[in-house]
């Protein structure tokens, strides 16, 4: 019997998109609950559902004897987690949800199922939530800070807001033994060739990008000591012998004078292993660059939303087009790839603000870069801009934050045009730059001109 269940709504098997991307990387935030109970003397247990199936998930909950199920959730597993949810509830399992969503949608998911919504970091929340829920009773529960309910009449009950852990380095390492971490790396060794995990240093970013969620750190941003997160390298490294890992902050770089004690650690103890992360162009200078390089870091990912600087300051971006450009560089000439993100459709973004975007990625010229539609995650200062004009076209429980779109946006079809117009166009400046063949550019020439007729003359295709 344990007193709590960890799960997660995440089924890579079930889902023909992730099975196409097969990069999966462990739940850390249920692994540190975990770790942090059972330190704490709580019997916890792991379902993790990467490479399980719902079935197995639902016959799980209906033939273990119930206890108290914690459930992640994210704007993506919304609704499996209210499948999940409904199951464990006919079940007899009392529900916890936590995670980046449920606080933006505290009534939606207790009239789903959940018993209680935490907000923000759960170590110390459940520590004190699971004796609580033992009492079955509000009054009990109106001592946790950090939490909502419904009462028995169906009164929302907020309770007050939890302070956030000061030392990260207090908390135990992610109980990575819950899970079967091996498999995590087998499978990207198995895909890719490269065995990868992640690890984190950080919580939290201090930046206000207006479409980006800070519901479960707010805009703080606290560090562990680079001893302790160097302890934690050596002993993934020696335990689970990955070819690489993804280091899962936010914003890796922020602190140079961290990163220089942790380089400087890591030297002293001969470890060095390659990785990806991701950075902010206004954190990056020449010696954050030489200092990634030394690290082994072989692909820096880079938020830069958009070529246009009009689009980055209405977004509160907080960089410039030309930072992108120089971080890029700074990569490139240590023999770092670079991945850049994009962003179409933001508040306020025409026809020129797509050419700027073009225009950038082409000089810039990154190994790769994704491109999303904007959409406002409920939360955010872009959110609460557009609530009033949102088309939700799908119940609640049936879509996700991804599939809002405010009211005027273009259509799917045109930021398809956008996509297709500006990886021709990258690929037609690489060609430039590398040949002189008349025929292949000829020919793409004529591809990029058909794309951009066919952008503009779905521009003004808006939705009612
Ligand atoms: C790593 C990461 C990924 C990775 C992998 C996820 C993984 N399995 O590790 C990848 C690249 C796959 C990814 C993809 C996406 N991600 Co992502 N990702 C992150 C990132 C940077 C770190 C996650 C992490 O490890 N955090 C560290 C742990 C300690 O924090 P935590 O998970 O939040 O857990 C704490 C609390 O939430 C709480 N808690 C968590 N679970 C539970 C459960 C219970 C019961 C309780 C009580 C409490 C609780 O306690 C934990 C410990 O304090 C976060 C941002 C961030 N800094 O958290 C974004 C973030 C989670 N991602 C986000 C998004 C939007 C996405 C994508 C949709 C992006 C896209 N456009 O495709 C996809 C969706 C993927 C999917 N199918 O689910 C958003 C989610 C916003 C939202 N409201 O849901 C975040 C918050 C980024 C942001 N600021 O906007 N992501």
């Known amino acids: 019997m344990t007193d709590l269940l960890l799960t997660h709504g995440y089924f890579m098997y079930e889902d023909p998109k992730e099975l196409q991307i097969l990069k999966p990387y462990a739940p850390l935030g249920i692994l540190y609950i975990c770790s942090h109970l059972r330190s704490m003397g709580f019997r916890v247990e792991v379902f993790d559902t990467t490479f399980s199936t719902m079935d197995a998930l639902k016959r799980h909950l209906q033939t273990e004897a119930p206890s108290v199920l914690g459930i992640y959730a994210n704007l993506m597993t919304r609704k499996t987690v209210v499948e999940i949810l409904r199951t464990a509830r006919l079940a007899g399992w009392t529900s916890v949800v936590g995670g980046p969503e449920p606080g933006a949608y505290v009534r939606e998911y207790l009239e789903a199922g959940a018993d209680v919504v935490v907000f923000g970091e759960g170590e110390a929340t459940m520590e004190e939530l699971l004796p609580a829920l033992q009492c079955k009773s509000p009054a009990a529960l109106s001592k946790v800070a950090g939490i909502a309910f419904l009462d028995e009449a169906g009164h929302l009950i907020q309770t007050t807001p939890r302070t956030q852990i000061s030392d990260l380095d207090a908390l135990a390492w992610p109980a990575r033994d819950a899970v079967d971490i091996r498999r995590y790396v087998e499978t990207w060794r198995h895909a890719h060739g490269t065995g990868s ?40 490294l020696e335990t689970y012998r990955p070819d690489m890992v993804w280091i899962a902050d936010d914003v890796f770089t922020i602190h140079h004078g961290w990163l220089r004690a942790y380089a400087a650690e890591m030297h002293k103890r001969g470890l060095h292993v390659p990785f990806e992360c991701i950075t902010r162009a206004d954190r990056l200078n020449p010696e ?43 990569c490139k000439s240590r023999g770092i790839q670079t991945g850049m993100f994009l962003m179409w459709g933001y508040e306020g973004e025409e026809l020129q603000d797509i050419e700027a975007t073009i225009d950038h990625v082409k000089r810039a010229d990154p190994d790769v870069f994704f491109t999303t539609v904007a959409y406002p995650i409920k939360g955010t200062p872009y959110y609460q801009r557009t609530a009033d004009s949102l088309i939700q076209l799908k119940p609640w429980n049936q879509s996700s934050d991804r599939e809002l779109s405010p009211r ?13 117009l500006l990886q021709n166009e990258v690929q037609l400046a690489r060609l430039q730059r590398a040949t002189s063949d008349g025929e292949a550019l000829q020919r793409l020439r004529q591809q990029v001109r058909a794309l951009r007729e066919c952008l503009y003359s779905t521009s003004s295709e808006v939705t009612a």
């Open 408 to 420: 005027g946006r273009r259509s799917p079809e045109f930021y398809g045009f956008a996509d297709r």
């Open 288 to 330: 954050a660059a030489d200092l990634l390089a030394e690290l082994g870091c072989f692909r820096v990912w880079i938020g830069s939303e958009s070529g246009s600087q009009r689009i980055l300051d209405a977004m509160e971006r907080g960089v410039t087009v030309a930072q992108v450009q120089s971080a890029v560089d700074l």
């Open 197 to 236: 995990l992640s690890f984190i240093t950080a919580r939290g970013c201090p930046y206000h990008c207006r479409w980006c969620s800070h519901q479960v750190f707010g805009k703080t941003h606290r560090r562990r000591k680079p001893v302790g997160v160097v302890d934690e390298v050596q002993w993934l």
